[in-house]
Nanobody
Framework: QVQLVESGGGLVQAGGSLRLSCAASGTIFTINAMGWYRQAPGKQRELVAIISSDSVTNFADSVKGRFAISRDNAKNTVYLQMNSLKAEDTAVYYC??????????????WGQGTQVTVSS
């Protein structure tokens, strides 16, 4: 069993910064990719940023230049540094991991979500 536990959400004023963390635990062979998705009220869940096992990154256009993603492979942890936050960044942020737990293929795992609220 794999668990993804997020931390670091909260309330911040527009223009401020927050850092999200997500640690994966359990029976883990390899983590192919980790990242963050978000879902605002009334909207579909969307990719924010993702980082591969060899640190190749991909960002949503709306956060490029403002957000950074990094990972600590030794700690099975991914971080999302969010700068210059805008009201439209308000959402529940979900940690994502494509994780291999055995000799079979990788599966998708999700955290429970952490609320980020940006006040304008």
């Amino acid at each position: 069993q794999v668990q993804l536990v997020e931390s670091g959400g909260g309330l911040v004023q527009a223009g401020g910064s927050l850092r999200l963390s997500c640690a994966a635990s359990g029976t883990i062979f390899t983590i192919n990719a980790m990242g963050w998705y978000r879902q605002a009220p009334g909207k579909q869940r969307e990719l924010v940023a993702i980082i591969s096992s060899d640190s190749v990154t991909n960002f949503a256009d709306s956060v490029k230049g403002r957000f950074a993603i990094s990972r600590d492979n030794a700690k099975n942890t991914v971080y999302l540094q969010m700068n210059s936050l805008k009201a439209e960044d308000t959402a529940v942020y979900y940690c994502y991991g494509k994780i291999r737990t055995g000799w079979t293929g990788s599966k998708d795992y999700w955290g429970q979500g952490t609320q980020v609220t940006v006040s304008s």
